[in-house]
């Protein structure tokens, strides 16, 4: 491991100050992405900010919703009475990821900004544009299973592998960032980004940008929420394809309104918004939720080794809608 | 030292659930493993790898990882220290330029911290020329046919005549399965700690190392460094685990030697990375097995023809006997078994639980119950109907054939009677739910060259030391109750010790064969103590004895049996696969603990249905190395896919083998599980897939 300075920050402002000025400084959360990164190899920052213990790990009631500070552990977003009512997705996708030591130590601001999974990136004695730009993509025809079956471009193949970023985007939350040039806010459905021809960066995010806080606004839509994960095992692994899906339903059946986000198809959290389209305003039943599947896959373009994504996510989807409307008419397959 | 034919000893202690005589040491953490000992003024040494599958070695630029804070050295080839013997390719490292496999070690960092060695070692700049390299096992290049295979046992075997009786048998089936890499994985990675002295003017090299086999390694190295056996010690006082990867001295461990051959006497810790486990200290080969079967319409086998695919290395050969189950699990007079082998620019394979068993019976025992379906049979039935009387291609007798005891309870316990025949006949809410059944064998061994010592302590207590290891199986709790029965003691009388060269000699914790191998060396030499010292002996009265053996190998046909039964649940959705229950019902022989012995056939099932649906080591042709190089990638089986395993064992004891009546019990919970769990998800689903693992992408639809 190469030696770096350890700091501990002061204040959140103090924190971004001494990032935003040394280009090879990184903040450090929990560590549980950083520190393996470290000892691998794959990032060989001079200085690390330490901000986990900076004051953000507050909960806050607004008028809208709920503010949970970047510093709150996953264990204890996914543990919150007002979050597992109010936001069941969350809880749910949080506790679908990882393990319960991990979710004690990971922080939600790191959660969001954890590395992709790809084995070519763990592994710095192989090309990988994101973690070395321009040296070349080996997972495209390399080992496949994981990769990306929307969005990918010819530099990077690879997924997100938060769970908790498919949860955000589908109840609308939005990243509060503070930043070298001040305070933003970002729609958490935007914070990630589709590879392009730059595969270095995963967000929108710059050198410098400390998440603080994430808001959760409260909706119907988001009451009725839940995600679905589909594994390799029964737990801790990251996904194959999961789904999150929030719906607001009027009485006599019709999707008032609704939110689909795939997570382990795309380099951010899918929004299928062409589904949501599909579905908004139409009554609600199996068929129509698999033909708003169909529409948003008519652009997936599978290699081989991920063309099952395709039918997963399909599947996934349709179980994610019966489990919030368990009347949900099953019809025949 | 004499060597006896020890008597059949009556179980007092042996049978009882002894709890494990060094439980307190390992749960509070006292137990020291390989790298913890305290030794004085350690330096840690960090391996430098090869990023290339072939080729050479051109130059090693030592200058920026010198410069690091903390870094002391950096040994390559051109000047680590010279080898006496160099037959061993995997053992033989740092002696040339060659490169045979990416991940191989190329260079050596020692410094005062492992954090600077490790640093020391990504700032190595090793230039490398590259040479066109072959990493991928195919059906075409599988093409050498090695002279024996794993231990050493014939390449093929040929009985009748196989093509006459398929082209006449009423139903033929013919199909090819498929099991992928898979790497052992033991909870502690492999680790040794290292340094040279003198004694009585001659060199003396001492290591602490985390194995299987303390002789073995000792053995594996002193001629290598031009030394007697007796110059090396090696202790393994405690072991996290081995699987067979910890049976011989991988190149880690001359890494170790050498490095501290450099260091004036310092100590040298080396420590492998969970990532380095993936190039550097075996694995089990991708196996091939093609399979064609002929039976009549009542399911009696007229064929059996298993001929296996898999792959070795060009740096050493290891051929896994893949096929030595099938010449002697079922009857039929025409028979025909072999192994062919791609030798590839790779790591070198090795010991994985239940080598040869483990994937060949995978693939015999799910063509089985493709043919019972074939015959329109009940999977169970059609093994009836295939029990033979001798062992088919030895000839001889079994000692005891207990598979259709093992069937029958196992069938009773599981509840399998009016399991619907049809697959995908059963729907609980989102799953389809499906059984499944599969045998299970293991050969019983017990290995020749164990001494064991008895002296007579105070207060009529016993040391009874042997050079074997305890890698976490409860072979030090089984031993104690073994010695305290040879004795006619209580185990709280005797004092074991293992662990360690400067006890006698004993043979590798492996193929099952431990407890049969020294335990039968511990009651020679407690026989022998007792006839020489009577029982109550004076303090510090000494024997040693190793056990013959009588004839009966030349007998006798000696294995252990099983019958495992699983449920398998997939979800229509996502294809997910769950095993809620998994049964195992074996006939090993005498359980000496049936505590410990549960775990090792539990965790033998566990082992079995994570390779069903877990686990698989993708090599990548391009670079030639293992891509899932982590537990994260590398899925074994999680808490949560474990539910509902069981294990028992019939009531029996086989004195003709050991004077306990044991015969082995660490690998059988592997053998058949996958093929059980296999069969279950077709049952389940009418889905029949044949390569491992079993993965949800095979069943969403
Ligand atoms: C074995 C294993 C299994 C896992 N399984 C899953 C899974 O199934 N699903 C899943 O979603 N995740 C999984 N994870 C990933 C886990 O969720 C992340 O490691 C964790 O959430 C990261 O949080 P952290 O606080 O430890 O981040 P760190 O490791 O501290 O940081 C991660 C990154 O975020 C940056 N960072 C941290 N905090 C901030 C901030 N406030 N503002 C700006 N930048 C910041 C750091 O600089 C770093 O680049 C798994 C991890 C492991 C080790
Ligand atoms: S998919 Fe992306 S992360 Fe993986 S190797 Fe290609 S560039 Fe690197």
Redesign the pocket.
């Known amino acids: 491991m190469k030696e770096l300075a350890y700091v501990r920050a002061s204040d959140p402002a103090q924190a971004v100050a001494t990032v935003a000025d040394d280009p090879d400084a990184r903040f450090l959360g929990g560590g549980t992405n950083l520190v393996d990164h470290l000892k691998l190899g794959i990032t060989t920052p001079g200085t690390l900010v330490d901000i986990s213990h900076l004051p953000l790990d507050g909960f806050e009631e607004t008028a809208d919703g709920l503010t949970i500070g970047a510093n709150v552990r996953n264990s204890d977003l996914a543990a919150d009475r007002r979050v597992r009512a109010g936001w069941p997705v969350v809880s749910r996708a949080l506790l679908a990821g990882a393990s319960g030591q991990i979710r004690n130590q990971a922080t939600t601001g790191g959660n969001l900004l954890q590395r992709?999974r790809?084995v070519?990136?763990q592994d710095p004695t192989?090309?990988?544009?994101?973690?070395e730009p321009g040296s070349g993509?080996?997972?495209?025809g390399?080992y496949g299973r994981y990769?990306a079956i929307l969005g990918a471009s010819p530099?990077?193949?690879?997924v997100h592998p938060s769970d908790l970023a498919v949860a955000l985007a589908a109840v609308d939350a939005a990243v509060l960032v503070l930043g070298p040039g001040g305070r933003r806010r970002i729609p958490a459905a935007e914070l990630h980004r589709l590879?392009g021809d730059d595969?270095e960066h995963d967000t929108v995010l710059g050198h410098g940008d400390l998440i603080t806080a994430v808001e959760l606004p409260a909706s119907a839509l988001a009451r009725r929420s839940t995600y679905v994960k589909v594994r390799d095992r029964a737990s801790f692994a990251f996904a194959l394809v999961s789904v999150a899906v929030a719906l607001d339903l009027a009485e006599d059946g019709t999707v008032t309104d609704v939110r689909v986000v795939w997570g382990g198809v795309a380099h951010k959290p899918w929004r299928a918004e062409r589904a949501e389209d599909a579905l908004r305003g139409r009554p609600l039943t199996e068929a129509a939720v698999r033909a708003a599947a169909d529409a948003e896959l008519a652009s997936a373009a599978p290699s081989s080794d991920a063309g099952y994504k395709v039918p997963m996510v399909r599947n996934a989807t349709a179980l994610a809608f019966r489990r919030l409307v368990p009347a949900l008419a099953e019809e025949d397959r | 030292m004499t060597d006896l034919v020890p008597a059949p000893i009556d179980a007092k202690a042996m049978g009882t659930a002894l709890p494990r005589v060094d439980g307190v040491e390992k749960v509070t953490g006292s137990a020291a493993y390989a790298v913890e000992h305290p030794v004085p003024r350690p330096l840690a040494c960090w391996l430098v790898q090869s990023t290339i599958a072939r080729g050479r070695v051109v130059s090693v630029d030592r200058s920026a990882a010198l410069a690091h804070p903390g870094v002391l050295s950096v040994v390559d080839h051109t000047d680590a220290p010279r080898l006496a013997e160099t037959d061993n390719g995997e053992l033989a490292i740092l002696q040339d330029d060659r490169i045979g496999f990416r991940g191989q070690i190329v260079a050596l960092v020692l410094a005062e911290s492992s954090e600077a060695a490790r640093e020391g070692a990504r700032l190595v700049r090793v230039e490398q020329q590259e040479e066109p390299a072959e990493a991928e096992l195919r059906e075409d290049n599988a093409t050498y046919r090695p002279e024996k295979v794993n231990p050493s046992m014939e390449t093929d075997t040929e009985t009748g005549d196989v093509d006459t009786a398929l082209a006449g048998a009423d139903v033929v089936l013919e199909q090819t399965y498929r099991t992928p890499y898979e790497h052992n994985n033991p909870l502690e990675p492999h680790a040794t700690t290292a340094w040279w002295g003198e004694e009585d003017g001659r060199d003396r090299l001492t290591l602490y190392d985390s194995s299987q086999g303390v002789h073995g390694v000792a053995t594996a190295l002193a001629p290598m460094l031009g030394m007697e056996k007796e110059q090396v010690r090696v202790m393994a006082p405690y072991v996290g685990g081995g699987f067979g990867s910890k049976g011989e001295a991988h190149a880690h461990v001359m890494a170790a030697a050498l490095a501290a051959r450099t260091t004036g006497g310092r100590p040298v810790r080396l420590a492998v990375t969970r990532q380095q486990m993936f190039a550097l200290t075996g694995y089990r080969t991708a196996t091939i097995s093609k399979f064609r079967l002929g039976a009549d319409r009542d399911g009696r086998l007229a064929a059996i023809e298993h001929g296996v695919l898999e792959q070795t290395s060009r740096l050493r050969e290891f051929a896994e006997q893949t096929a030595s189950s099938t010449r002697m699990m079922y009857a039929a007079p025409n028979r025909r078994t072999s192994h062919r082998l791609a030798v590839l620019d790779v790591a070198v394979p090795s010991w994985m639980r239940a080598p040869g068993e483990m994937p060949g019976m995978y693939a015999h025992e799910v063509a089985m119950d493709e043919l019972a379906e074939a015959c329109g049979l009940d999977p169970v039935e059609l093994r009836r109907r295939n029990e033979p009387d001798l062992d088919p291609e030895k000839g001889l007798p079994f000692d005891r054939r207990g598979l259709l005891e093992c069937l029958d309870r196992g069938a009773a316990r599981f509840g399998w009677a009016g399991r619907p025949r049809e697959p995908r006949s059963t729907r609980d809410g989102e799953w389809w739910v499906g059984t499944g059944a599969a045998s299970a064998t293991y050969p019983a061994m017990r290995q020749p060259g164990n001494v064991a010592r008895i002296e007579s302590l105070p207060d009529a207590r016993y040391a009874v030391s042997i050079g074997s290891v305890d890698i976490g199986t409860g072979a030090r709790t089984a031993l104690t109750q073994i010695a305290a029965d040879a004795l006619s003691v209580g185990p709280d009388a005797i004092d074991l010790h293992l662990g360690d060269t400067a006890l006698p000699p004993a043979s590798v914790a492996g193929g099952s064969s431990g407890t049969s191998s020294w335990g039968s060396a511990i009651v020679a030499a407690a026989q022998q103590f007792r006839t020489e010292h009577g029982h109550r002996p004076a303090p510090g009265l000494r024997t040693e004895a190793g056990a013959e053996r009588g004839d009966e190998a030349e007998r006798f046909s000696f294995h252990s049996f099983g019958a495992v039964f699983a449920e398998v649940r997939v979800h229509r959705d996502t294809g997910e696969l769950r095993v809620p229950r998994l049964l195992g019902v074996y006939s090993v022989g005498r359980v000496v603990n049936p505590m410990t012995a549960r775990s090792q056939l539990v965790g033998g099932l566990v082992m079995g249905m994570s390779a069903a649906l877990f686990e698989e080591s993708v090599r990548d042709p391009r670079f030639g190395h293992v891509v899932t190089q982590d537990l994260a990638t590398y899925h074994i089986a999680a808490h949560a896919d474990v539910t509902g395993v069981e294990a028992e064992w019939l009531d029996e004891s086989t004195t003709t083998f050991t004077p306990m009546g044991s015969r082995g019990i660490g690998e059988i919970g592997i053998v058949g599980t996958a093929a059980a769990v296999a069969n279950a998800a077709y049952h389940a689903t009418g889905i029949r897939v044949r390569d491992l693992p079993l993965t949800a992408d095979a069943y969403v639809g």
């Open positions: 992709t790809c070519y990136f192989t090309p990988c544009n994101k973690r993509c080996s997972a495209a390399g990769n530099a990077c193949v690879t590879p595969a």
